[in-house]
């Protein structure tokens, strides 16, 4: 079996012992929040719906608006609950307009919470590497690799290798000379495309990187399953994280690319009141007494955390 296959199989077993003895948090404030920025990206990842996002979504916009994203932040003043946020969800954040100013924003209102990237790296350029290192704009950032081999990844990607890997290069070297340096993750998705070559990626970037993000596509795009991991277990998202797209709704997860189950509207409720609404409250019973197959999105979708 390929190393793979057996890591992810390993991990999901060992998920499956933890969250079976594990109750999930009771958070009257979400402890992750994700804030989709832009919709707008340059790459093409195979596993990623993102080319059939505004097709598919017609609320959906390029960019958040401003008053949009300052009352998401504004309304998270105070609340000693939320740990992180992570200014992107099916976008390029390097390509959003206002981008650093945003964040200024972000580490201005909430100066104890932790930002994390999440980046193809293509656009992640000297000059804006610069600025995020030297204002010290990101505490995290997760680089979207998912291959080892040029071919694999042009082909995977639609990017250039050559532009990624300088770029990444880059941020690594200059980080290393900042006395709190950023926390640099690069993620690996499993796919038939890439077996074989998760030992290798490992290997080239061990020791450069603080850490390794390794999972699966199912529940993207929902191609042809890499591993399944069909669970009746609740899913731990939706108890301490909220997602925000682009035109001000909030999704069930991460996952939601089409905004097929909306637990409230920035525009009309506050964040207390969506994470604490009606509509996310039904979702988590279902959850707690294994009944989310009742729910279409959670019945479809194999991936789990």
């Not at 000693?80 to 580490?107: C, N, Q, V, W």
């Not at 009746?232 to 682009?246: H, P, V």
């Not at 506050?270 to 979702?283: F, L």
């Amino acid at each position: 079996m390929a190393y793979e296959k057996t890591y992810l199989k390993l991990r999901n077993l060992l998920k499956q012992v933890y969250f079976r003895f594990h109750k999930p948090k009771k958070l009257n404030f979400p402890e992750i929040m994700s804030i989709e920025l832009t919709t707008i990206c340059n790459a093409t990842c195979k596993f990623c719906p993102h080319s059939e996002i505004l097709n598919k979504d017609k609320k959906r916009v390029l960019v958040m608006s401003e008053p949009i994203f300052k009352k998401i932040i504004d309304e998270s003043v105070g609340h000693k609950e939320l740990k992180m946020i992570k200014p992107s969800l099916y976008g390029e954040p390097a390509l959003t307009p206002h981008l650093f100013d945003r964040l200024r924003y972000i580490r201005k209102k909430l100066p104890n919470v932790k930002i994390r990237l999440i980046s193809n790296g293509s656009e992640m350029n000297k000059d804006k590497t610069d600025i995020l290192i030297n204002e010290r704009l990101c505490d995290e950032i997760n680089f979207s690799v998912d291959a080892d081999k040029k071919e694999t990844f042009e082909d995977f990607k639609g990017l250039s290798w050559e532009k990624v890997l300088t770029n990444i290069n880059y941020f690594i070297s200059k980080n290393n000379q900042n006395k709190k340096p950023v926390k640099i993750i690069l993620s690996f998705v499993c796919t038939p495309e890439n077996k074989d070559q998760l030992a290798g990626f490992k290997k080239r970037w061990k020791g450069k990187v603080q850490a390794f993000h390794i999972g699966s596509e199912s529940g993207l795009k929902r191609r042809k399953n890499y591993i399944q991991k069909k669970t009746s277990l609740y899913c731990s998202q939706i108890f301490d994280r909220m997602n925000f797209l682009s035109d001000g709704r909030a999704v069930l997860c991460c996952l939601d690319a089409y905004g097929e189950v909306i637990v409230g509207d920035i525009k009309k409720q506050s964040v207390s009141e969506i994470w604490n609404g009606t509509a996310i409250q039904k979702i988590r019973k279902l959850h707690l007494e294994g009944k989310k197959d009742q729910i279409p999105l959670c019945a479809i979708c194999d991936e789990w955390y």
